[in-house]
Structure formats: C-alpha cells, structure tokens
C-alpha cells in the first residue's frame, strides 16, 4: 500500500508542503514547469533550494506579477494575515509563512507593512476582492484534470467557511484580497496536482503543531491559531510549544484536513523518498513540513466468523434474529440456504463480528435463534481504509462513506439518508442518486 506521511512537527502551509511533495517526485524541476504552464494568472512557480538547521530542502516561491505577496516591506520581509473585521476578507500573506517575529517593534513594523500594501495596492491598481464565485472562475479556466479542479475548489470552500465562521458572516459575503487569492489558488492548485501525481493509497499526518503567543493583525491581536485556523484545526489532534508565531496556517489546515485520511504517529512503512519543504523563517528547530513516500503495510484486522445451521425457523423469525444481532454490533449477518439431513431445506447463519463483541454475538444467536452449537472460525481480512464525512446539499445533510487503499478510491452515500430524501421529495432512489451527482 503506497503510504504518504506528513512530519508537521513545525506545522503546515502552502507552499511547504508544495515543496516537500515537490521533492518526492523523480524530477522536480519538469512539475514545476507544468505548474507554469497551468495558466493561473500572473502566476510564475520557482524552486530554490534552502538549508534549515544543515538540512537541504527546497523553498517554494509564487509570484505575482513578477512580485513575491509580501515582502513590499524591507523591514519585515514576512507574511501574515490581516483578518478584516469589517471587510471580511482573507489577506493572504499567511501563506509564506512562519515568517512571524515578536521582538520589540513588531506591532509598529507590521502597521506600517499594512499601509505599504494599501498604497502598493493603490498604485497598481488591479489588486481587487473576490468571492467565491471568482475563484470557481479561475479554477475553471486552468488547464487541469477534472478531479483536481473539485479538490482545488473543495479546499478553498473549507477556507471560506472558516472565515465565514471567524467573522460571522454567510459565505457568500466572504471576499478575499485579489493577491493572496491568486498567491493562494497557487499553492492549493499545485498540492492537490502533486497528490494526483503522487497518488497514495493513504495519507497520514503527524499532531499539527500550531505555534503558540499572539499575533498583531489590523484590528488588535489575535491569539495563535487564529480563529480560522482553530475552526479549520476541529477533529484534528494539535498542540502548541514553545516556538513564537502563528505555524499552521488557513491553507495548511485546509489542505491537511482535505486530503489526510487519519492523524497519529508514523506508522510501519518502508520509505522510498523523503521530501523536506521549508518556511523563510529560521528557529532553533528546522522550519519544515517533511514528506515521507514508501510502501506501508498492507491493511489488515482480524474478526471472527460465528455460524450455525438452523431448518426449524421461519424466515420472519430469521430476520428477526438478524435485525438484532446487528443492533448488538455484529460487522455482518448474512444466511446461505443448505441442504441438511434427511434433504430438509435450511439455513446457514454467518455473523461477522471482532473479539470484544464475541461473547454478546454469542448470546445473542443463541438467544434468538433454535440453534444447539455454534462454530468459531478467526478470520483475517485485508480492508480499505474507511471514513464517513457528511457533505452539506440542497436536500440537507447527506453521509458518505469514503474507502481508499490497494490503489482504489471510492465514494457512497449512506441508503439511509438518500431513502429520507426520496421520501421527501416523492422520487425514487435512483432519481436521488442522479440529483446529487449533478450538484
């Protein structure tokens, strides 16, 4: 199984983890033309190579027409959000990030890169807020896979959503400043195509460090994460430290929580390429997102088969039975019609269930069925890797069970909640199907 895991020992960004992907790939410097040749407008990728703590990396810089979102500002020549509370609007520079200083001065030397920006804003006059409308705009345009193009939108619909949340506002209210949008649809667009071509069977990342202290933003200081990161961070384990500054940033979460199937510690893997992706920022720690691509071990668990033969029962009592072992916790309940002795038809009862529930299966099939024995088989059984998230639709909330691994990646909708809606609209299931498909 091709296992992708992600160090965020000194959290996760854009354009780090662009370049920790980045450096996983056999040849580097052809992705990053392909990049440039994605048409995303202005928008010119560079590699270089960066050292942290004596190790080699590669930094990943995006321009903007010619001009790298900023560092207008010679005093600073960091990035961060400024989190307009009357504007609502996500400011971008977060996204080269761990470039927060907080020695003396900083408040001071960070107002007046606010004004530097408003006046280089002014100046060159095609630095605009967009919505989300415009982004779906510039993402169709771009020359890419169709299943890019959803990942690219969904990541940037998770960020909206936090900063609809941040500010109080309904999304479509959510502008974000022309700039940081372009600087941003760049980093999103190029991990989501660097995880086509990479293609792992599953993602795991590392507790996310966050950072810890406060921030200076436009409208008074924010603690670390920032409200949106904190919203984006839910469900996702994290911890803060001793490193100043704002680590993970908007992106970064959104980009993990998007494309991560589950958090913890590396697992059993044989690494076949390692990637370190670097911040502009120097700590006393390296300041790297670190990419680890190898062969990890084959998903596996093992359950136990509880059978037994019955041809004294009807099929309602049979189902009856059924229904309650599945109550109970049964994996699977599932009959097999056999032949017995003296040629009665009859059935042969199967309930998959793992260890802890054994002794409940086994007292419920002798409960509810007129069977005398029942048979132990352990079994072990290779398994995708499962989920379920709920997806937000015109029809309410919908579960989708998501399962990956052995090269397969596959998507449903949980018959439940696709019945609730047939119901609903007087239409059939295969109608409902459809509806969603075409949203």
Do not use: W
């Not at 190579?49 to 590669?58: E, L, N, R």
């Not at 120097?282 to 997102?289: K, Q, S, T």
């Amino acid at each position: 199984m091709k296992t992708l895991y992600l160090d965020c020992g000194m959290g996760a960004a854009g354009d780090m983890l662009t370049a920790a992907l980045l450096e996983l790939l056999p040849d580097p410097d052809r992705f990053v033309g392909k990049l440039n040749a994605l048409g995303i407008p202005g928008v010119e990728f560079r590699r270089e190579k960066a050292v942290k703590c004596g190790i080699t990396g590669t930094r990943m810089t995006v321009l903007v027409h010619g001009e790298e979102e900023g560092v207008e500002d010679p005093l600073h020549g960091h990035e961060h959000t400024h989190e307009h509370e009357h504007e609502h609007e996500h400011e971008h520079e977060r996204e080269h990030e761990h470039e927060h200083e907080h020695e003396h001065g900083h408040e001071h030397e960070h107002e007046h890169e606010h004004e530097h920006e408003h006046e280089h804003t002014h100046e060159h006059g095609h630095h605009h807020h967009s919505g989300m409308h415009e982004i779906e705009h510039i993402v169709s345009d771009l020359k890419l896979p169709e299943k890019v193009k959803k990942d690219v939108l969904a990541v940037y619909e998770r960020i909206a959503e936090a900063e609809s949340h941040a500010h109080g506002v309904p999304v479509s209210e959510i502008h974000f400043h022309e700039v940081g949008t372009t600087d941003a649809v760049a980093d999103i667009t190029a991990v989501c195509l660097l995880m086509k071509e990479l293609a792992p069977d599953e993602v795991i990342s590392s507790p996310v460090h966050v950072g810890s202290g406060q921030v200076k933003c436009a409208h008074g200081i924010l603690p670390v994460p920032a409200p949106a990161t904190s919203f984006l961070l839910q469900g996702i384990p994290t911890y803060g430290g001793g490193v100043k500054g704002e680590l993970c940033t908007p992106t970064g979460a959104a980009l993990l929580k998007h494309f991560v199937t589950r958090f913890g510690d590396m697992p059993m893997m044989k690494t076949q390429a390692i990637g370190y992706g670097m911040g502009k920022k120097d700590f006393e720690a390296a300041n790297c997102v670190r990419a680890m691509l190898g062969e990890g071990e084959d998903k596996t668990d093992t359950v136990f088969e509880l059978s037994c033969n019955v041809d004294d029962m009807t099929a309602e009592e049979i189902g009856f039975a059924m229904d309650r072992l599945f109550e109970g916790g049964a994996n699977e309940v599932f009959t097999i019609p056999i032949g017995m002795k003296k040629s009665r038809p009859g059935n042969l009862l199967r309930v998959m269930c793992r260890e802890p529930d054994r002794e409940k299966m086994l007292h419920l099939i002798f409960k509810y069925t007129s069977t005398l024995g029942v048979r132990q088989t352990p079994t072990r059984r290779y398994i995708l890797d499962r989920r379920i998230e709920t997806v937000e639709t015109p029809y309410g909330k919908i579960r989708r069970k998501l399962s990956s691994g052995y090269g397969v990646s596959r998507a449903k909708y949980e018959y439940d909640d696709l019945a609730k809606i047939a119901q609903e609209q007087g239409i059939r299931l295969e109608e409902v199907k459809k509806l969603l498909e075409d949203l």
